[in-house]
């Protein structure tokens, strides 16, 4: 069963839009929730972290968004970039170093 | 550039083959993983090492054998693989989650093909 879940496996925006990358979780033990970007032939690289003592993140054009009862968080990206155009993963921690991913969302951003 | 670095990054060997991958962090970490991502899947946690200890161990098959060494370099041996062990393999350290830091960094992977 898994824990992590990203429903979306696409999305698609137009450059200088906003881009909303959806991620859900089962598991109320889960208290640190990250977002990693990933290109092609790289490995992922973290992006921005949010614990669940907050509601909100922000990081330059990104921004965590956490709801904690509803067990969702989304990552905000605005204005989207071309060089945004990767696959977003969201993965979820319960403190013990042990990161749970989900599937992955490939954000497309055209000019 | 993440400071782990994987070697080698591509890799295709057979069924009765013993291959290692390298992998190698300069960020000062004592926390090191191993990944595997098949197409289409989640990122699955293979092994954890803390502090050189190996602290998980999610059901691997024992044809994939870990190495820390060190909290620099991790090894992962292979043998005997099986075509469905075709995947990328990712190596990744971060400070100990008990000083409270989450963030994990990936290397670039190695792409294994089993034939």
């Known amino acids: 069963d898994q824990q992590v879940k990203q429903n979306s496996p696409s999305l698609s925006v137009q450059e200088g839009r906003i881009s909303i990358l959806n991620c859900d979780y089962t598991n109320s033990m889960f208290d640190y929730f990250l977002w990693y970007k990933k290109y092609p032939a790289e490995g992922p690289t973290f992006l921005i972290s949010?614990?669940?003592?907050?509601d909100k993140n922000e990081d330059g054009r990104f921004t965590v968004f956490l709801n904690k009862s509803a067990k969702h968080l989304s990552l905000h990206i605005v204005p989207s970039q071309p060089g945004d155009s990767a696959v977003y993963f969201c993965?979820?921690?319960?403190?013990?170093?042990?990161?749970?991913f989900g599937q992955g969302t490939e954000l497309s951003v055209k000019p | 550039e993440t400071g782990v670095t994987q070697t080698p990054r591509h890799l295709v060997m057979g069924m009765t083959n013993k291959k290692s991958l390298k992998c190698e962090q300069h960020l000062g970490h004592n926390a090191m993983y191993w990944y595997k991502q098949s197409a289409k899947k989640p990122l699955e946690l293979m092994f954890v090492?803390?502090?050189?200890?190996?602290?998980e161990n999610n059901s691997v098959p024992s044809r994939f054998s870990p190495e820390c060494p060190n909290s620099s370099h991790l090894f992962l041996h292979l043998h005997t693989l099986q075509p469905e062990d075709s995947a990328l393999y990712l190596c990744?350290?971060?400070?100990?989650?008990?000083?409270?830091?989450?963030?994990?960094?990936f290397g670039p992977g190695t792409r294994l093909t089993v034939t």
């Open positions: 949010i614990s669940s003592i907050k």
């Open positions: 090492y803390s502090l050189e200890e190996r602290v």
């Open positions: 990744a350290s971060s400070q100990s989650w008990d000083r409270g830091s989450y963030e994990q960094y």
């Open positions: 993965a979820a921690s319960d403190r013990g170093g042990k990161l749970i």
